[in-house]
T-cell receptor
């Protein structure tokens, strides 16, 4: 069966520090991968999605970037964090035109 | 462009009563519709989907949803609510093709014992 992992689970970082969040999927190949941010326990904002290695689509211009160095790995990064980057970051995958499956999330607090 | 509206920020219902969480959508062509549930500090869990076929879709934990094309709605329902159903519920839509889901803002369901 397929599983999706995210780490770390929680992270507290100072303003101006770099960021790297990792997402990996097991038990499937060539998944579509997504990064979302959820602020204040509410709506989901799609940040990036990828349909293949090295293919990244950005939905919202911002302080973040994404990379897909391997088929089942999706990384969210920042060179310098802002206070507004705080939130709950969710990674998701889908085999195609079906439902998305979500990881457990990373709670990021920028101080 | 696709969009989803969840008109209620909060829904309160007594345990044992039926519940409805509303969702309307806008999409070009045939819609792919989904419901998810989120418990505090957790990822989203898939409940059910409508792709094609019967307008009444049954999903996990006794939930069901009815697709209404003329009203562009996909309301989530459950005949008898449980306290453990209290959570944040998201409706999502996708057009045909390899496009990301578009989510509504979420509705917080509170089931009172």
């Amino acid at each position: 069966s397929q599983t999706i992992h995210q780490w770390p689970a929680t992270l507290v970082q100072p303003v101006g520090s770099p960021l790297s969040l990792e997402c990996t999927v097991e038990g499937t190949s060539n998944p579509n991968l997504y990064w979302y941010r959820q602020a204040a326990g509410r709506g989901l904002q799609l940040l990036f999605y990828s349909v293949g290695i090295g293919q990244i689509s950005s939905e919202v211009p911002q302080n973040l970037s994404a990379s897909r160095p391997q088929d089942r790995q999706f990384i969210l990064s920042s060179k310098k964090l802002l206070l507004s980057d705080s939130g709950f970051y969710l990674c998701a995958w889908t085999p195609g035109q079906n439902e998305q499956f979500f990881g457990p999330g990373t709670r990021l607090t920028v101080l | 462009a696709q969009s989803v509206a969840q008109p209620e920020d909060q829904v309160n219902v007594a345990e044992g009563n039926p519940l409805t969480v509303k969702c309307t959508y806008s999409v070009s062509g045939n819609p792919y519709l989904f419901w998810y549930v989120q418990y505090p500090n957790r990822g989203l869990q898939f409940l059910l989907k409508y792709i094609t076929g019967d307008n009444l879709v049954k999903g996990s934990y006794g939930f069901e949803a009815e697709f209404n094309k003329s009203q562009t709605s996909f309301h989530l329902k459950k005949p008898s609510a449980l306290v453990s159903d209290s959570a944040l519920y998201f409706c999502a839509v996708r057009a045909a093709g390899n496009t990301p889901l578009v989510f509504g803002k979420g509705t917080r369901l509170s089931v009172i014992a």
